[in-house]
């Protein structure tokens, strides 16, 4: 029974032998091997069986014959397999990859794309924290506020780095390994980027017949005058940069008379890809020497006075790890007036501007202006108008008339009205006195509704009144714990009341000296000047940023924009039916979806067979459609054929140097009919 004694397959070859051979080969037969599959398998010592021989005597369309035992030995290889134990193919041991080869194997595994988008991805959750609670950097007053409200939760929270979290170790790991993930992602990428830039486009397939867009003309000039022409139109620069080609170019001579033009573009879509990269990083590293080297201070300044640039002078003050305090530049700088407007239906305001004087070292005075959006620029540092408002000069005298308080005291607008609420501590009472504090508001604009009842109506200073609460006992001055000037602790304090026990208002305005109850002093309202909140910032990170920022965007549009094309396009002599004519052959390829692919190869038609030639030969040559996504070229018998065209190209009746391609709508057909 000759079949089945016989088996038939890819690199088997052909095995005869008696059924009893068929049988036994059958328990030990070789797992199948595809032909030209050419690993490496380890013989086991001491076989050297008919398995062994088969295997060297083997090969595609190889015949082994044997009978009983023999042919079961023969049949344990066939058609190039591999050499077998009785037990099956060898099989190399596994090699332990060690501690370098973990450590590669990590390295690769960080710098790898996906390993840098989930670290971006997690840096953006890690900086959600720094948006919930708040900052010791920003407000550690609101910090130990929410530890006081919080007395559980709170010091786990501080434990952990809640409070300062773009300082935290946790934070600040993930920001270093995302720029080390980018950097070991980048720099190898750009090495290859930059090695494929300088290489020359890939030769001229010899079939075109696989890609997606091709197109095919007969003409009568010279294959290498074809080509060259195409050539020169594909090394064209942009329109609006001629010194740039389009496409990188390179011409072949492939012999026999036949020529060739490879090109290629879209290189400049890699390169927006690692300039978006390039600029990530530039971002990392510009934000993190910003956070080393910034500074930031806020001073209020009232109007006549001012301060010099000294960390000890500001009201707050921050800075950056890196920061030296002799780095400053100690200028001057006076609040010689403030202007406002405010509209005078609505009350908006309008334009705020700060007349300063400014003094630089080793310089004359200079007198400068500050508007909101319009810092002032000196000594590298930039001064923003932040706030403004009413400071009244106070003057206070205690009950033996001695002045105890004379000095402005900023009051801070609450409302569009500039209602101001401020504190006037008096700790330096004479001796056996309680210090006392008047706690209240500016009106700048008073109106009275009644007995008791007054507020403001103007943001400008018309009718100014202030009216005052009064405390006396301890101020808690003198504890050592830090206390905010505009707020009074009445933890230790009394209200003064009246006879009928009411709590006593003050009304003072400009020019008026009021008796403090019970015998305690006086206080005299006298001057209303303005004072201004200024923000001194310096931060090398500003431009950078910005910088980088640009070049993300503009890297991120041309990576997803930017086509990446290849186009080629070989003339040689044409078939055998029409003799001393030229057959112009183009085709193009296309990474991912360009539905400009098929009109790019036939506008390189076009260029490669120029003008048409003078007076009235035929129409112009343009491309005409036919099918779906094909171009026909207007030379002799051309067409262009896209991905979807099936039927072969229709060869249009005319003169020598024109005719036109006919189209249908899906598939084009010869003059006798036949698809």
Known sequence: MAGRGTRTGPGAGVRTGSSTGSSAGSSTRAPYRPEGLDDAFVVPAGDDGPAAGATSAAGPGATGAGDGAGGSAGSGSSGGGPAASPDGPARPAPVALGVRGWLRWGWRQLTSMRVALLLLMLLAVAAVPGTVFPQNAQDPDRVATYLTDHPTAGPWLDRLGFF?????????????????????????????????????????????????????????EDARAVVERAAADLRRGWAWLPPVPRHRVDVHDEGAGTWSVSAERGYLRETGNLLFHLALVGLLVSVATGQLLHYRGQELVVQGRGFANAVTNYDTWQQGAAFRAESLVP??????????????????????????????????????TIRVNHPLDVAGAKVYLQGNGYAPEVTVRDATGRVAFSGTVPFLPQDEVYTSRGVVKVPDVGPGQEQIGLNGFLLPTVERLGEGLVRSVDPQPRDPMLVLSVWTGDLGLDDGVPQNVYELDTTAMTQAVDAEGRPVTLYVQPGQTVDLPDGRGTVTFGALPRFVALDLRYDPALAPVLVFSLLAFAGLAVSLFAPRRRLWLRAGPADDDEPGRTLVLAAGLARGDDTALVGQVGALLRAALGPPPGGDAGPPRSPTPVGAGTVGAGATGAGTTGAGATGPEETGAGSATSSSATSSSTSTRTPGGQP
Request: charged content about 25%; hydrophobic content about 35%.
């Open 164 to 220: 300062d979290v773009y300082s935290s170790v946790w934070f600040s790991a993930i920001y270093l390994l995302l720029m080390v993930s980018l950097v070991g992602c980048i720099l190898p990428r750009t090495a290859v980027h930059l090695r494929g830039v300088r290489g020359r486009p890939p030769r001229t397939p010899r079939r075109f017949e696989r890609f997606p867009a091709r197109g095919r003309a007969r003409t009568d």
């Open 331 to 368: 200028f001057t700088l006076r609040l010689d007036d403030f202007r406002s407007s405010f509209d005078a239906d609505t009350l908006q305001s309008r334009s705020f501007a700060a007349d300063v004087t400014v003094t630089e070292p080793g310089g004359e005075p200079t007198e400068r």
